[in-house]
């Protein structure tokens, strides 16, 4: 997913979650070499299309499931 920011400005929000989400977080990011940025993009992007796809009510489960 690569957007140029030049032609689409970016957004920021403040994100709160559990210090174990926050470790595993900084974790996943630090041994991949991928901005937690990007990492959070990607997932955001993969659960609003699993809603889309699913309904809000199938998508949470399946997250709840794994």
């Known amino acids: 997913m690569q957007t140029n920011l ?5 957004v920021s929000f403040p994100l709160r979650m559990s210090k174990e989400l926050h470790e595993a ?3 996943v990011s630090n041994n ?3 901005p937690k ?3 959070a993009r990607l997932a ?3 659960l609003l299309k699993d ?3 699913k309904g809000i009510q199938d998508a949470i489960k399946d997250i709840r499931e794994r």
């Not at 030049?6 to 970016?10: A, D, E, R």
């Open 25 to 27: 977080f900084d974790s």
């Open 32 to 34: 991949s070499m991928v």
């Open 6 to 10: 030049h032609t689409h400005p970016q």
């Open 51 to 53: 809603i889309r796809d």
């Open 44 to 46: 955001i992007t993969s």
């Open 37 to 39: 940025s990007t990492l």
